[in-house]
């Protein structure tokens, strides 16, 4: 999270790519761990990753193309979480990660979300 601050990253544009390169690894792995072989493993974990994720996020805001570089990722692992999960992170997030939450978990059901309907 500290590599793709936007302060760091004005203050030097030539780790730009780098970190973006970075990040779209990171959305990779995330990808291949939602895979159903690794699914029961990842449910365990997924919640705790989204809440650093949103801890790093109130702390420092991110350079444009890595945040949305790493909510692919999170998305996925969004996929892998049941409603009770995603209930619980919702309950145990402070009053200022729960907007951030909320936001992020409307974008998720609006854009990415799987409904079933082409």
């Known amino acids: 999270m500290n590599l793709g601050g936007e302060e760091r990253l004005a203050s030097q544009p030539g780790q730009i790519l780098g970190v973006i390169h970075s990040a779209r690894l990171v959305s990779r792995l995330l990808t291949l761990l939602s895979s159903p072989t690794y699914k029961a493993e990842l449910q365990k974990v997924a919640h705790t990753v989204l809440a650093e994720y949103l801890v790093g996020v109130q702390k420092q805001t991110l350079h444009a193309p890595v945040k949305a570089e790493l909510l692919r990722g999170l ?41 079933g309907v082409v």
């Open 75 to 115: 998305y996925k692992l969004m996929d892998v979480c049941d409603k009770f999960r995603l209930a619980a992170l919702n309950a145990a997030l402070p009053a200022g990660l729960k907007d951030t939450f909320k936001f992020m978990h409307q974008e998720y059901n609006k854009y990415h979300r799987y409904t």
